[in-house]
Structure formats: C-alpha cells, structure tokens
C-alpha cells in the first residue's frame, strides 16, 4: 500500500477524531444554539406580524416578541416553582426527623411505608438515610453553583434567539446567496415547509398539553387533592415529553392523590387512564393530522438518540426537528421527481 495511502488515511482518522473530541466538549454550546434555533423558528412568525405593526422595525418588533415570551415563562416557573420550593425547603429541613417518623410509621411518609410495606427496610437503613438527609440539607454551595448555571445558560439562549430573529433576514439572504439563483425558489419552498412542520408541532403540542393540564386541575379540585395548581402545571409540562410525557404527568397526580386518600388515588388512576385513552385517539389525531405526520418509528429512534446527545432538552425537540427533517427530505425528493432539485 503507498505511503500517501496510509498517510491521507491516518490523517482522515485522526482528524475525524478530533472533530469528535470537540463536538463532545461543546455539547453544552450546540445544546443552547440548537434550543435557540428552536424557539427563533417557533417566534419567527409572531416577530413578523408585531413588524408589520411597528412599521418595519425587526429588532422593536423582536424585543416586544422575545419579552412577552420571557415574561410568560417566567411567570409560568415562578407559578410552579414557587410552592415546590417551599414544600422542599420544608421537606429537606425536616428530612431527619421525616425519616426518624417513616421508621416508626408515623406521618405520610410513614403511612405510605407501611401501606407499602417496607417498613423493615427503612428501620434497617434508618441510620444512612439520616446521614443522607442531613447532607442534602448542607449543601448550599452546590445548589447556588447550579442556580448560577442555569441563569447563565437561560441568558445565553435568551441573547442567541434574540440575535436569531433579529438578524434573520440577513441569515436568510447570505444562505440564499451560496445556493445557484435557479435552486433559490425551490429552496425557499423546502424551508418554508420545515418551518411549518415544526410551529405547526410547537402549536399543537401546546394546546395538547394545556386541555391536559385543565383537565387535570379540575379533577383535582374536584376531589380535594392538594396543590392543584402545581400538579396541573406538571402535567401540563411533562405532556410536552414525546412517548413518556404523559405517563409521568399522570404519576404524581396519582400518587398525590393516593396519598390524601387511597379512593381518590384509584380514581385519578382510572381517571388518566381514560384521558390518556382520549387525548392519543382523539385529541392528538384531530389537532396534529395536518401539522407533523411523522411515523412512531421514527420518532422512538430520534427521541432515544436526541436523549443520548442532548439529555432531557433533546427529548423536548426530537419531534419538531424529526418532523423538520422529514419534511425537507420530502421536498428535496419532489423537486428531484419534478426535474427542478434543490442539490446538483
């Protein structure tokens, strides 16, 4: 074999290495970029029409999106987060004395051990769960240090799709300009395509999640349960999650409910159960037919591998971007039918 051979093939090895080693060091960064990218093509439409309003003016129109947008998410985190922090404080301050009780099958925690069973387990390993306990309660340095990262990567996606949709048009020209000017309008066709593939996901998926959210919260109210507000909140969020959303939403709504009553817990398991059986039937095939048809095959295998890659946010945009893919292949695969393709 020739040196030059062998040479080119070391070097192409290596250097797919090393494009490897650095795509795993900056998954944190293409995690942001992707997630911005995600909700500039999701606002992208809302950006257009306050910009017809305000005469023209992309980055005021861009500003008002991004900050009734923001100020919406936050409202809704500080609508959710705000009780749970209390209840944990409450919890982990007295976590000690919580486990010391669930030993001894007192309180809910003991209620529940002893529904269950366990109560052996826990008397056997009441010593390690106390130690456990206390340290949970003394580690502000780390919490504060994953406060701080959290804010960080929120403001960084904030700035990123800020600049996405203010700077849109230009992204759009320059990449027009690098595609032969007789490919432009089929380009553009494609494009337009995927984006509706996925704000037509983003829409739907939403008011999915809110008809479930509601539902939940009025079953809630109806029997007592308490934090409705906050359990409602939690489906509504976990709905959002392809496959398994729904199930894990219906969880703690079931075991909050078993706990303030084991009648109502068998109710509310019974009761999503049946809406769970309506929303996959009904409600996901009359709102999502005409927005994203993307196969159940497809979107298991892209929803695991969007998990390996990016964590819990993949799973979040597995779909929309599966759906985005699929309609570009689609529309690449006409043109081609047509004898106008995008790719020469």
Known sequence: MPWRTIIATVGIVTATYLLLVVALAVTRIITWVAIAGFFAVVLAPWVSRVQARVRGRRTLATSLVV???????????????????????????DLPGAVHDAAQGRGPI?????????ESYVQDNEEALSRAATRLSQSPFQAAQTVLEVV?????????????????????RATLNAIPPQRRPSAQ????????????????NLLISLIAGT???????????????????????????????????????VIASY????????????????YQWV????????????????????ILLSVLL???????????????????????????????????????
């Open 67 to 93: 900050i009734v947008t923001l100020a919406g998410l936050v409202g809704l985190t500080l609508l959710f987060v705000m009780p749970v922090r209390t209840q944990m404080v409450n919890i982990i301050t």
């Open 189 to 204: 066709r494609i494009a337009a395509g995927a984006v509706k593939a996925v704000s037509g996901y983003v829409a739907g």
């Open 110 to 118: 003991g209620n529940l051990v002893h529904r269950l069973h366990i």
């Open 306 to 344: 969007a998990v390996e890659l990016f964590g819990f946010v993949g799973a979040l945009l597995a779909v929309p971007v599966s759906g985005a893919v699929q309609s570009i292949v689609i529309g690449v695969r006409q043109e081609h039918r047509g004898e106008n393709p995008v790719l020469s």
């Open 279 to 298: 929303e996959n039937s009904v409600l996901y095939q009359w709102i999502m037919a005409r927005r994203v048809n993307v196969n159940p095959v497809g």
């Open 152 to 172: 960080f990567g929120f403001l960084t996606i904030t700035l990123l799709t800020f600049l996405f949709l203010s700077q849109s048009p230009a992204i759009g």
């Open 215 to 253: 539902a939940a919260f009025v079953f809630l109210v109806a029997f007592g349960v308490p934090s409705p507000v906050v359990l409602a909140i939690w489906v509504a969020f976990a709905d959002l999650i392809p496959l398994v959303g729904a199930t894990i939403g219906a969880a703690a709504c």
């Open 259 to 274: 706990l303030h009553s084991p009648t109502v817990g068998l109710l509310a398991l019974v009761f999503f159960v049946v």
